[in-house]
């Protein structure tokens, strides 16, 4: 599979030469310049993250959800006794009932247009559980109590309907378990609730929220050890402790958080007020949304346009720094070759000469040629015994110095080049061999066909 051409991004050279400064001397303000830039990248980069962590992280706005409750009779017309119904003289169609509706609807924010109104949202969305308790006689009724819990699987719904069997009024009572977006509990303690104003559920952090604002205006921080406070008299009763530590707090308060009550409405079903009875308030509860995507919210909707202005910018500056290094490079050989010509020649076409011997193969790089050396120095000294062990040090210790050269820029297509006839070389034996091999099978086969002949 072929894969596509990528073009790669080329490296932006920002550092200036070494030692620039004193052939330029505006050069300082450049170098403060990029000192302020990499702090400034330091806390873009910082910003960045906050800034995608709080995209990441979903925005729940608070709406309101007003919940209607009715009821509708059926059959009502004639009073029908519960023997008749259980032995079955009347069909499941003629039989008296009634049906209870609980139902839910989100209202729109004010101001709200048609067109710019959102997605609508189920009722059972904004339920955890319900209770519906039906007061009417065990002993004829068994199925007075209906539960429903929230099921992954399950699709979210409008409303719910409860529809039983009877020809007179019952009165119900409705537990809702209201769900929220962050775990919310209720304070217990009535001297906490009071003293830190806390007029319904709230969460964990909303109420350490509340009791660090107490702290920080009654001014009970130990202004010795800030990890301690101390407590007032109303406080203290409420924690049982005139002293509490900073890193216990959260575990104590633990304490005095329960599950919030559910929502109760009591409601009565009537059979005799016709076929459709409403009841005569609507009850609004406040639920927590989800707001949807900010992604191309603000200015964060230019961000894209900033960095293809950013990335021509600094092509810019790369092309003006390349610029810098070669009029510097270029400086440095010319004043070389003012000061002193005749060394600066030498040095010239000694480098060269070197570069062409490892282009054209003659020169021996490496261990070869260091191993070549010691056995060349050590031949001439085997009968010197007291001279050999100096020589072969003098000899290691040049080739150690001369191993700096391959540090040098050249160094990487020396070894290309040297790798490349290397290979080369191989190449022309393995062919050789090849011809070599067939010519000795068709001298084989001409021998044996020529024996084939003569018998």
């Not at 309101?64 to 029908?80: D, P």
């Not at 247009?113 to 059972?124: L, N, P, Q, V, Y």
């Not at 001279?387 to 391959?406: C, F, G, I």
Request: one cysteine or more.
């Amino acid at each position: 599979m072929a894969t596509p051409n990528v073009k790669r991004k080329r490296l932006v050279e920002k550092s200036l030469p070494p030692a620039i400064e004193s052939y330029i001397p505006e050069s300082r303000l450049f170098m403060q310049l990029q000192a302020l830039e990499r702090r400034l990248d330091t806390k873009i980069v910082r910003k960045r993250l906050e800034v995608q962590e709080a995209l990441g992280k979903p925005v729940y706005k608070k709406r309101i959800v007003r919940i209607f409750v009715s009821n509708l009779a059926a059959n009502q017309t004639g009073a029908v006794g519960l023997d008749d119904m259980d032995e079955g003289r009347f069909g499941a169609a003629e039989a008296p009932s009634w049906t209870l509706r609980i139902e839910g609807r989100l209202l729109d924010p004010a101001g709200t247009a048609t067109k710019t109104r959102t997605a609508s949202h189920k009722f059972s969305e904004f339920v955890n559980s319900m209770v519906v308790e039906l007061d009417r006689d065990p002993d004829l009724y068994s199925d007075n109590v209906v539960q429903w819990r929230r099921a992954a699987a399950e699709g979210d719904v409008d409303g719910f309907e409860v529809k039983r069997r009877g020809d007179e009024d019952v009165k119900a009572k409705i537990m809702l378990d209201i769900r929220t977006a962050t775990d919310r509990f209720k304070v217990n303690s009535p001297l906490l609730r009071e003293l830190l104003d806390i007029r319904g559920p709230i969460s964990k952090a909303g109420f350490i929220m509340k009791l660090w604002q107490y702290i920080k205006f009654n001014n009970l921080q130990d202004s010795d050890d800030p990890d301690q406070i101390r407590c007032d008299t109303g406080l203290a009763q409420a924690l049982g402790s005139s002293v509490v530590s900073f890193t216990t707090l959260p575990q104590m308060l633990h304490a005095f958080m329960t599950r919030p009550d559910p929502l109760i409405i009591e409601y009565t079903v009537r059979v005799h007020a016709g076929d459709f009875h409403m009841a005569q308030y609507a009850f609004d509860v406040e639920v927590e949304v989800e707001e949807p995507s900010r992604q191309n919210i603000g200015p964060l909707a230019n961000v894209q346009a900033r960095h293809r202005e950013l990335g021509q910018i600094e092509s810019q500056l790369a092309q003006k720094m390349q610029d810098i290094h070669n009029a510097r490079a270029k400086r440095d050989f010319l004043r070389g070759f003012a000061d002193d010509p005749v060394a600066f020649v030498h040095r010239w076409i000694d480098n060269q000469t070197k570069d062409l011997e490892v282009i054209m193969g003659d020169r021996r790089h490496g261990l070869e040629a260091a191993l070549a050396a010691i056995m060349a120095a050590d031949s001439a000294a085997q009968e010197l015994t007291a001279d050999r062990q100096q020589v072969l040090e003098q000899e290691t210790a040049k080739w150690l110095k001369e191993s700096a050269l391959y540090d040098e820029s050249w160094a990487d297509e020396a070894v290309f080049h040297y790798l490349s006839a290397k290979t080369q070389e191989r190449m022309q034996q393995l062919l050789q061999q090849q011809q070599q091999q067939q010519a000795q099978h068709a001298q084989h086969a001409q021998q044996q066909h020529q024996t084939a002949l003569g018998s």
